[in-house]
């Protein structure tokens, strides 16, 4: 199954791979996936988290396997004839996860990616209606960091950077995990940065800077952007691509942070415009780049 990411940067599309676990319908961003085989057994590891189903090694390297059934509290019934592992990579880590059967893939905006509230934002960063049936988008950042906490951000790299002043300069986040959006904040806090605008996606930053803009106040309003590239009703690289094509916003730094810095994300980022990218755990190098474009 080709799992290659969009060509094309910018246009607030992407593409969903559909999968089953039980009865339930499930979707990840296929920028996440580098293959799917056929489910094998794994080798298990002693003393695992009970999630952690073992590991494996195709083509020399060693993927931890992670039942997604136990992960969501649904009876893993295995059927060796259509159970498959997909096996992702984001934040620097390789892992599989067994899914009972996939579906395919689909072409969507994130425009038609429904918020989740605040009864699933837990577990999902998305719904989506697909042919008369919901598929839930989950939240395999938080899935990965519940089983090894130390997959998440870096907090502690913050306290490695010493006696920091105050600093009142404005930043505005765009990122539609409330768990993260207030971890980010924390950590900038810490780092002396405490004039922190929160947004939950996209849509929701740039509609902030048109208000800012329409106020005539976007000079004093913003000073840096921080956004994920992951998110409901408008993505990092679109809302991106909307400021640096802004002639009155394009001078305001942009610094993607997420999980899905690779080769080619960067290739994507580069093209809208962002002036910096980094990979989400590294909340340490957020703040040096944050002192680049606000200090020098």
Not at 10 to 35: D, H, M, P, Q, S
Not at 147 to 152: A, C, F, L
Request: glycine fraction near 6%; charge should be negative.
């Amino acid at each position: 199954m080709n799992t290659g990411v969009l060509l094309e940067s910018g246009t607030n599309e992407l593409e969903i791979l559909e999968f089953r676990v039980g009865n339930n319908f499930y979707g990840i961003n296929v920028a996440k996936i580098r293959e799917i085989l056929p489910y094998q057994a794994p080798t298990p590891v002693p003393n695992a988290h009970p999630c952690i189903e073992g590991i494996f090694m195709p083509r020399d390297t060693i993927i931890t396997v992670i039942n997604l059934a136990k992960c969501l509290n649904i009876p893993d019934l295995k059927d060796q004839t259509t159970d498959m592992n997909v096996i992702t990579n984001f934040n620097k880590l390789n892992v599989a996860f067994h899914v009972h059967g996939v579906v395919g893939i689909h072409r969507i905006s994130w425009e038609d990616i429904n918020k989740p509230d605040e009864t699933i934002n837990s577990i999902a960063t998305g719904i989506i209606k697909f042919e008369e049936k919901l598929i839930i988008v989950l939240d395999f950042e938080k899935i990965i960091s519940d089983i090894s906490p130390e997959t998440g951000l870096k907090v502690s790299d913050i306290n490695h950077l010493g006696v920091r002043n105050r600093n009142e300069a404005p930043i505005l986040i765009a990122e539609d995990s409330p768990l993260l959006s207030k971890l980010i904040e924390e950590c900038l806090s810490k780092a002396g940065y405490t004039n922190v605008i929160l947004t939950g996606n996209g849509l929701e930053a740039w509609n902030k800077l048109q208000e800012f803009k329409n106020n005539n106040r976007i000079e004093t309003s913003v000073k840096c952007i921080i956004t994920d590239i992951e998110m409901p009703q408008m993505d990092g690289h679109h809302f991106t691509k909307l400021v640096k094509t802004d002639q009155d916003m394009k001078y305001i730094p942009i610094i993607i942070f997420s999980s899905l810095i690779n080769d080619e994300m960067k290739r994507k980022g580069d093209s809208v415009g962002a002036d910096a990218q980094i990979t989400k755990p590294e909340i340490g190098s957020l703040v040096e780049i944050l002192d680049k474009f606000i200090l020098q």
